[in-house]
RNA sequence: GUGGGUAUAGCGUAGUUGGUUAACGCGUCAGUUUGUGGCACUGAAGAUCGUGGGUUCGAAUCCCACUAUCCACCCCA
């Protein structure tokens, strides 16, 4: 019962260690996406609730029961957002981004909420980093999104993780498709669990993605998709995949890929992993042309995808993806006696300021417990200075690898170390070389 | 929303025919002679045994409820 103790259900929180693998992780994505000219656009946490109806789709189960949706004290009726395409979309028209030169590139990461039981990698406050390509109507813009997705896994180190692609088709060819569809359906309709028979008219293509034992067994020979394809669709696919293929990057077609959210048209995409338990949507995507249209907009053709953060991270530590170390200590001085102590408080500012990561006394320890600190922050170097040491205005400088030391006048480091000799002994310490002391002699 | 599992120090665990001061490892802190770390040894701090009821002379242990958490369905990132 002891509620201010506990993070709300379904909510994490990134203590030093994991927040550090989210940063490098966030790292690469944003300098790839920018490396693909995606400029990021932040928008906020919350919107009217009108803008995920219009695009997310009111027969969705994400806007259904899954919103996080209140009145603010005027009455207006505010939902915090559980994606980001719709308000990456939203704000590029808002600001007349569709108007100058085309393609509008733009990249996010966001917090997003979702009121869904939790369980492993699905939580209700989550973070997607996500893609949306505007503008270009061109396979080539599907390829490019699904190329970035790639490298971004690629760089990360992921494995075990496939990519599936489908196409929804569009308006003037689903349809028919939907019809083929339900008349499939209707004739097997008293096999069919309750969820699909009420799912049938709502929304038929869910159909396919139910895992229910004998909805499955009808969804294999089921009429698919892809057959129905109008010309247009068709050749978009078609040189997608020719697209892929000559990238390199593989893929499987698999046409019971039917995303949640209503505003996708022609390419959806997943990339998935079994590595991470039943969640194992990593990213989802496609093209959604008609939602700026949707909102208002003149007609524009886009394309985007979200990826979960959460997960990425599990399927980096499920398959062993090696993270970057940690940046350590480079010195850390140990104080002996308030005096020094008070000398100490200077030396390691100006020590800061010159760019090193350094540590002292904060605790009042004794020299033995502040030496087998700096060993558990893993410091490179430590530098004891008592009275002797401000007396005779030098101490030795130790390597904690080796035990290796050099006398160093240390107030030179303090008061007259120039930048450039500053520069040196960061060298040195990146260099774990034991002649400290004569990096820092003219 | 539906089902199942779990709940003992910061973390990981032990602890049932119910019985005196709840155990162990890691971690934290201190010390092993006074100004030099890692190893080892010694010691200390730290637990309302998830919460609330019930059974009993006596409950971490048995029963009920609640809560939290995990896994799966569903849905999706």
């Known amino acids: 019962m002891a509620l201010i103790t506990k993070a709300p259900r379904g909510t994490q929180d990134f203590v030093p260690a994991e927040s550090a693998k989210m940063r490098y992780i966030e790292g690469v994505l944003m300098k790839i996406a920018e490396k693909y000219g995606f400029g990021e656009i932040r928008t906020p946490s919350f ?22 949706t209140f009145e603010d004290k005027k009455g207006r009726s505010i939902t915090l957002k559980p994606e980001g395409t719709a308000g990456a979309v939203r704000a590029a028209m808002e600001h007349g981004l569709l108007a100058e030169a085309l393609p509008l590139k733009l990249s996010y990461i966001t917090p997003c909420f979702r009121y869904e039981k939790a369980q492993a990698g699905r939580y209700r406050e989550f973070h997607q980093f996500g893609v949306e390509l505007l503008g270009a109507q061109s ?7 699904i190329g970035l997705v790639n490298q971004c896994l690629t760089t990360l180190g992921v494995e075990s993780i496939r990519l599936f692609i489908n196409s929804i088709g569009c308006p003037n060819c689903r349809p028919g498709y939907q019809k083929a569809l339900r008349e499939y359906y209707q004739a097997h309709y008293d096999d069919l669990c309750p969820t699909c028979k009420d799912r049938l008219e709502r929304n038929p293509l869910r159909l396919l993605d139910c895992k ?18 109008c010309e247009e669709c068709q050749q978009h696919f078609d040189t997608l995949k020719a697209r892929l293929d000559s990238m390199g990057i593989p893929y499987e077609v698999d046409p019971y890929i039917v995303r949640g959210l209503d505003y996708y048209t022609k390419t959806v995409f997943e990339f998935k992993t079994e590595t991470i338990g039943a969640q194992g949507t990593v990213c989802g995507g496609g093209r959604y042309d008609g939602l700026v249209e949707m909102l208002g907009g003149q007609k524009q053709p886009a394309v985007g995808f979200g990826m979960g953060l959460e997960r990425l991270a599990l399927v980096m530590e499920a398959c062993g993806a090696l993270l970057p170390e940690q940046p350590r200590c480079d010195i850390c001085l140990v104080p002996l006696g308030e005096k020094a102590s008070v000398y100490c408080s200077a030396l390691i500012q100006r020590l800061r300021e010159e760019g090193f990561a350094a540590e002292s006394d904060l605790m009042g320890r004794s020299l033995k417990a502040q030496l087998k600190y700096a060993n558990k922050i893993a410091a490179r170097y430590t530098m004891v200075i008592g009275d002797a040491e401000l007396e005779a205005g030098s101490a030795r400088l130790k390597d904690m690898d080796s035990g290796a030391e050099a006398e ?10 120039t930048s450039r000799e500053a520069d040196r002994l960061c060298q040195g310490i990146a260099q774990t070389g034991p002649d400290v002391a004569g990096l820092l002699k003219e």
């Open 47 to 68: 919107e009217h609730t009108e803008l995920f109806v219009r695009s997310v789709g009111d027969t969705t189960d994400v806007v259904q029961k899954e919103m996080y």
């Open 139 to 145: 396979s080539a813009a599907d390829a490019e999104v």
């Open 212 to 229: 229910e034992e004998k909805c499955h067994a009808l969804a294999e020979h089921a009429p698919v998709i892809l057959d129905y394809l």
């Open 408 to 417: 160093v006048a240390f107030a030179r480091l303090a008061a007259e170390l």
